[in-house]
């Protein structure tokens, strides 16, 4: 029995591959759902399904610097595939801090490095791609992804388009064959979820994915035009001044007297 096939069954005998009606990110509805963070409860499927990325990664022959997980579900696959294969680790904030360094990308690399991101369950492939744009703006190379799941519904043709090969442990077509060959489904359900992905081809992100934009960061001064409360206008108003939102623990017993605090120096 193969690891893709011992690795299917476990997840299923969890309950990780669910049956039913489940709307997908990109407003699909779909019959069938896989949600691999079931396996952050089982350590050793856990490591398990990291070890067989790593091995698509060493059979594909692609070379990488530091891996990447895709925030957040594929973060504990990346950080368990770091430690197996001992390649560094990195990986994307979701917000950009104002405080600190200010990185949106934190784990040590260097300009020019290369990286693989790691992908749990890849549909539409729109999650891989924001967390390539990320990585790349910040100086790293993106080719190729590793995915444990390839639902073949599109994101794979999607992800080439925008110079990112996909490269999987298992595809939706093989998961199903593993458990219709073991008895987990019938042929009935096999055959609607055959059907399904025939039907269900994503050529281009869907549309309200494909226009929708990060939420924009307003400034100090937009944000106090929309408050009306006086005590936030004030505080706004020294941030925009100062341009800072850096904060102080004073030993005062009103609010005055700490906005006098904030004016000294």
């Not at 904030?93 to 405080?99: L, N, P, Q, V």
């Not at 341009?243 to 009103?254: C, K």
Request: net charge neutral.
């Amino acid at each position: 029995m193969s690891d893709a096939v011992q690795i299917v069954l476990r997840l299923s005998e969890l309950g990780a591959i669910c049956f039913g009606e489940f709307v997908l990110k990109s407003g699909i509805k779909s019959p069938i759902y896989v949600d691999l963070r079931t396996a952050l409860g089982q350590p050793d499927l856990l490591m398990s399904i990291a070890i067989n990325i790593w091995k698509v990664v060493l059979g594909s022959d692609v070379r990488t610097d530091v891996v990447c997980g895709v925030p957040t579900g594929a973060i504990p696959l990346a950080t368990c595939v770091s430690v197996h294969a001992n390649v560094p680790l990195i990986f994307c904030r979701k917000e950009t801090k104002d405080y600190g360094r200010k990185r949106a990308v934190e784990g040590h690399y260097g300009g020019e490095h290369k990286c693989i991101v790691i992908e749990d369950v890849l549909v539409s492939g729109q999650s891989t791609m924001e967390t390539a744009e990320v990585l790349r703006d910040a100086g790293l190379k993106v080719t190729d992804a590793v995915v444990f799941l390839d639902r073949e519904q599109g994101g794979t043709t999607i992800l080439e388009k925008e110079g990112i090969k996909v490269h999987s442990v298992v595809t939706m077509s093989e998961m199903l064959k593993i458990l219709n060959d073991a008895n987990k489904i019938d042929d009935v359900v096999l055959r609607q979820c055959k059907d399904f992905l025939k039907v269900n081809q994503l050529t281009s992100l869907p549309r309200h994915l494909k226009s929708a934009s990060k939420p924009k960061k307003l400034l100090y001064g937009e944000r106090l035009k929309l408050c009306k409360h006086p005590l936030t206008r004030r505080l706004f108003s020294i941030m925009d001044e100062k341009q800072t939102n850096l904060s102080l623990s004073a030993d005062v017993s009103t609010c005055d007297e700490l906005l006098n605090v904030t004016d000294c120096g």
